[in-house]
């Protein structure tokens, strides 16, 4: 079965400090997609990033990066220069390629707390 | 703004009470997923939609709860005679799949927030 933990409940830094959300994940397909989604406290879930299975190179956007580690089944996110902004709480999810869509399965999330 | 709609925001109900929610998609998206997420954990998947075919549904969606999608379009969620358990907020979300199934990204809206007294 699928699973994905997000072992860090909450964290908490300074503005400007480097911040590493862990993600790791349990699947027995070959052939899986994983998501990183931010949910501000309006409880809108915004997308920030998709990963294919077959696709382990890293990726950066401005102050975000993304490491994807299929011998360790890890696919965690930086902020690098953390603002207040990006407080919120942030969520792992995987899916695996059905005949009938791609329900998401995600973690328990991780409250990230910038103070300024 | 043209992202995926949900209504009410907030609802609050008596226990046996039904309720319904409405779930509106990005415009000419095909699919539409309902999820539920209690206070602390992420959200699970409830039900989901292809056009109007209903294709999936969890062992999570008992009886009491029916999902539609008549046209293809908006969805509503129906939960009959609420439960305190039922208690949570009811998220909505949608994506196009065309050819290109392994590029799908589902799209959220801002919930629906369910309080059963």
């Not at chain 1, 993304?66 to 407080?87: E, L, M, P, R």
């Not at chain 2, 290109?100 to 059963?116: C, D, H, I, K, S």
Request: with cysteine.
């Amino acid at each position: 079965a699928q699973k994905v933990t997000q072992a860090q409940t909450e964290i908490s830094v300074v503005e400007k400090e480097d911040v590493t959300l862990d993600c790791v994940y349990e699947t027995r397909d070959t052939t899986y997609y994983l998501f990183w989604y931010k949910q501000p406290p309006s409880g809108e879930l915004v997308f920030l990033i998709r990963r294919n299975s077959f696709d382990e190179q890293n990726e950066i956007s401005g102050r975000y990066s993304w490491n994807f580690q299929k011998s360790t089944s890890s696919f965690n996110f930086t902020i690098t220069a953390s603002q207040v902004v990006d407080s919120a709480v942030y969520f792992c999810a995987l899916s695996e390629a059905g005949e009938y869509g791609n329900k998401l399965v995600f973690g328990a999330g991780t409250i990230l707390r910038v103070k300024s | 703004d043209t992202g995926v709609s949900q209504d009410p925001r907030h609802k609050i109900t008596k226990r046996g009470q039904n309720v319904t929610f409405r779930c509106d998609p990005i415009s000419e998206h095909n699919r539409l997923y309902w999820y539920r997420q209690t206070l602390g954990q992420g959200p699970e998947f409830l039900t989901y939609f292809q056009n109007e075919a209903q294709l999936e549904k969890s062992r999570l969606l008992s009886d009491r709860f029916s999902a539609e999608r008549p046209k293809g379009s908006f969805s509503t969620l129906e939960i009959q005679r609420t439960e305190q358990g039922d208690s949570a907020m009811y998220l909505c979300a949608s994506s196009l799949v065309g050819l290109a199934v392994n590029q799908e990204t589902q799209y959220f809206g801002p919930g629906t927030r369910l309080l059963v007294l």
